[in-house]
């Protein structure tokens, strides 16, 4: 009887030491710990990474984006019923701001100079207010695309190519999976590992962006701005 305890003291610490190196072994595992898309096919990574992005309620996007020979620098957070932020382009920065239909903007004189050509009298005016932007205005169309949540995401979040699997990869902190489309030259989109797999970084075919997704479902105020810093242009927006 009195030997038993030393051996079965020695058998558990052999059953410890197997189960820590079982253990390690298994310590290499990308997808431990993680919500399991890494173990999918690229084409179902993207099509949950888009699904989980169209399901949100809001996202803040942010980073550059170019369309034909302009490149846009931008930091929006959107919501299915509008957005705000900045845009900035041609050395210029203006606040756009949609609350369901009503659509604003506001800038500096000298964005409304470069807009009015040279008419100082109508960029006096316009500067540092809220412009209403008239819905029938060419000017309405062009900017509410940037607070537009489904346009932007839908437009954006498209890889070219074949679609691929590109490595674990990480974004502020947390696991990603990249998937890329033709090797890298259709752009390249890191979903993330935790939680929901929304999209975190996405770098467009072509040389043509990159762009962050944060903040996910987390709410912000979206409201129209005060009655005296809103001005209503009362007709067409000077165009450039």
């Known amino acids: 009887m009195n030997h038993r305890r030393p051996l079965r003291a020695a058998t558990a610490a052999c059953i410890l030491a197997a189960t820590a190196t079982l253990t390690a072994c298994g310590g290499d595992d990308p997808d431990a710990g993680t919500n399991g898309v890494g173990k999918l096919t ?3 990574i993207q099509t949950r990474s888009r699904t ?3 399901s949100a309620q809001t996202v803040r996007l942010h980073g ?3 369309a034909g020979d302009n490149r846009y620098t931008l930091d929006m957070r959107l919501k299915p019923d509008g957005g705000s932020g900045s845009v900035a382009a041609e050395g210029t920065t203006f606040q756009v701001l949609r609350v369901g239909e009503q659509l604003f903007l506001k800038a500096d004189a000298g964005f409304w100079s470069h807009d009015s050509h040279g008419d ?3 960029a006096g005016k316009l500067a540092g207010k809220y412009v209403k932007v008239p819905k029938g205005d060419p000017a309405y169309q062009r900017f509410s695309g940037f607070t537009d949540k489904d346009t932007l995401l839908g437009s954006l979040l498209t890889l070219h190519g074949a679609v691929t699997t590109d490595g674990r990869h990480e974004q502020a902190g947390v696991r990603t999976v990249r998937i890329t489309g033709d090797e890298g030259a259709g752009g390249s989109l890191d979903v ?3 939680g929901t797999p929304y999209p975190l970084r996405l770098e467009r075919a072509g040389s043509a ?3 962050g997704f944060s903040d996910w ?3 912000f105020t979206l409201a129209q701005p005060p009655k005296d810093d809103t001005l ?3 007709g067409q927006l000077p165009t450039s």
């Open 192 to 194: 993330s590992l935790e």
């Open 232 to 234: 209503d242009y009362g």
């Open 64 to 66: 550059t984006v170019a």
């Open 52 to 54: 989980a992005a169209e």
């Open 209 to 211: 962006g990159t762009i």
């Open 120 to 122: 100082d009298a109508a």
């Open 217 to 219: 479902n987390k709410d």
């Open 42 to 44: 690229p084409e179902k």
